[in-house]
T-cell receptor, first 113, second 111 residues
Framework: DTEVTQTPKHLVMGMTNKKSLKCEQH?????MYWYKQKAKKPPELMFV???????INESVPSRFSPECPNSSLLNLHLHALQPEDSALYLC????????????FGQGTRLTVV | QKEVEQDPGPLSVPEGAIVSLNCTYS??????FMWYRQYSRKGPELLMY????GNKEDGRFTAQVDKSSKYISLFIRDSQPSDSATYLC???????????FGAGTRLFVKA
């Protein structure tokens, strides 16, 4: 099973809303990632969790807040987003932190209105 | 100069053709090389994963890594319309948390 499950698949939120994206993997992977992808662009790294600890924050605005409750779950809390934050948000996991292949979920398509 | 260069295409080929997709890179510390396929509005799907140099084959797909030239390739034999997608090369170094992606090449296989 090489599945990374993301919910919801689609999300429309207003600029004053608070919402959360969820990601789950049961492959025993010890690294989990959040990426943002705009149309016709490659995925852009946001956060890396290694053994449930935040290892990398790519200077992401504080309106995005990641959380790793346990080794299988990853959340991304959203608050006071801007229309330019509309994108496909991808979660990924890899067996080890660094230097190994990452498996992606199908993404959450976020629209901020 | 970007760390990873990939021609965005689009690349259009007839069904049954052999497709060659390529990336060049500048960081000699990269040791792990991946190819992802991404259909429109879906997440990237890992196709091939190679450590260091050499070739790897999986069905109709062959990945090649030439570290001396800092050049990686993905070959698709007997291409099918269902292969129409964006192909992303990606690479990382040992101990590095970050995977660096190429821009992605859009491939169209015409029936």
């Amino acid at each position: 099973d090489t599945e990374v499950t993301q919910t919801p698949k689609h999300l429309v939120m207003g600029m004053t809303n608070k919402k959360s994206l969820k990601c789950e993997q049961h492959m025993g992977h010890r690294a989990m990632y959040w990426y943002k992808q705009k149309a016709k662009k490659p995925p852009e790294l946001m956060f890396v969790y290694s053994y449930e600890k935040l290892s990398i924050n790519e200077s992401v605005p504080s309106r995005f807040s990641p959380e790793c409750p346990n080794s299988s779950l990853l959340n991304l809390h959203l608050h006071a987003l801007q229309p330019e934050d509309s994108a496909l948000y991808l979660c990924a996991s890899s067996p080890l932190p660094g230097g190994s292949e990452a498996f992606f979920g199908q993404g959450t398509r976020l629209t901020v209105v | 100069q970007k760390e990873v260069e990939q021609d965005p295409g689009p690349l259009s080929v007839p069904e049954g053709a052999i497709v060659s997709l390529n990336c060049t890179y500048s960081n000699s510390a990269f040791q792990y090389f991946m190819w992802y396929r991404q259909y429109s509005r879906k997440g990237p799907e890992l196709l091939m994963y190679t450590y260091s140099s050499g070739n790897k084959e999986d069905g109709r797909f062959t990945a090649q890594v030439d570290k001396s030239s800092k050049y990686i390739s993905l070959f698709i034999r007997d291409s099918q319309p269902s292969d129409s997608a964006t192909y992303l090369c990606a690479m990382s170094r040992t101990g590095g948390f970050k995977t660096i992606f190429g821009a992605g090449t859009r491939l169209f296989v015409k029936a």
